[in-house]
């Protein structure tokens, strides 16, 4: 009788949890756990990871088609190249005058670029943003438009630009500038006729050493945000769209 007393007294004493946990045997959490396991998960745990996935699969096409409907064209001029490098397959890789650092660093803004972002040997870090601002030049006929031409660089975004300037993002990467419309990927149908052309456009260098082709004359579409994607090209005075 004092025994089943002390242990009423005592069980009055313990806490909800320890006594509760004292109860539970090892067979009682194995079957709970193995209900809890067959649960099936909420909604929104399946979802939220598809929603993050499809965000990063449509965020490129997304971009590309803001910057088509929001962006102004910007006439560019590339390089005379080797043919042989610039007709890679099923595309062309292009490399604009605004590409190489060593026009550029005449520019307004440069010293103070490179002071921001020094790396080694007085080189811009690698992965360094910047912005081109490029001024339109007029054309005085209705046939190859004349490329804008760069008056200055920043490390930021310009808050305001006169009409005829716009702010083209690139990045510093390996020595050069890029801004995302160095490649071109040719329709099939379009495919071998421009590659034609790029070929007739062969002329020979100082000394006959080399054979390289004429510029290639590129409209762009660029946002307020500085991005950009190709709208067409000219070789020679055909204009091929994209």
């Given at each position: 009788m004092k025994s089943d007393s002390s242990e009423s007294s005592r069980n009055k004493s313990l806490s909800p949890e320890v006594e509760f946990s004292e109860k539970l045997t090892f067979r009682d959490y194995l079957i709970a756990t193995?209900?809890?396991?067959?649960?099936?998960?909420?909604?929104?745990?399946?979802?939220?990871?598809?929603?993050?996935?499809t965000g990063i699969i449509l965020a490129v096409?997304?971009?590309?088609?803001?910057?088509n409907i929001a962006g102004r064209d910007v006439i560019l001029?590339?390089?005379?190249?080797?043919?042989?490098n610039v007709?890679?397959?099923f595309s062309l890789t292009l490399d604009y005058n605004i590409s190489r650092v060593e026009n550029l660093r005449r520019l307004p803004g440069w010293d103070n670029l490179l002071r921001i972002n020094q790396?080694?040997?007085?080189?811009?870090?690698?992965?360094t943003n910047l912005y081109v601002i490029l001024q339109e030049q007029q054309s005085f006929d209705s046939g190859v438009p004349r490329a804008w031409r760069p008056v200055r660089v920043s490390s930021n975004l310009p808050q305001s630009l006169p009409s005829n300037q716009v702010a083209l993002r690139g990045v510093y990467q390996d020595n050069a500038i890029t801004y995302g419309v160095e490649t071109y990927y040719l329709p099939e149908q379009q495919r071998q006729?421009?590659?034609d052309d790029i070929f007739q456009s062969v002329q020979q260098?100082?000394?006959n050493r080399r054979r390289q082709i004429r510029p290639i004359t590129v409209r762009i579409k660029v946002d307020p945000q500085g991005n950009a994607v190709p709208v067409s090209l000219w070789?020679?005075?055909?204009?091929?769209?994209?």
């Open positions: 193995e209900q809890k396991a067959n649960q099936p998960l909420p909604f929104w745990r399946l979802l939220v990871p598809l929603l993050i996935q096409p997304t971009q590309a088609m803001y910057t001029q590339t390089l005379p190249q080797d043919p042989n007709v890679q397959d790396g080694r040997n007085r080189q811009l870090l690698p992965g006729q421009i590659s260098t100082r000394g070789v020679r005075d055909r204009n091929y769209s994209f």
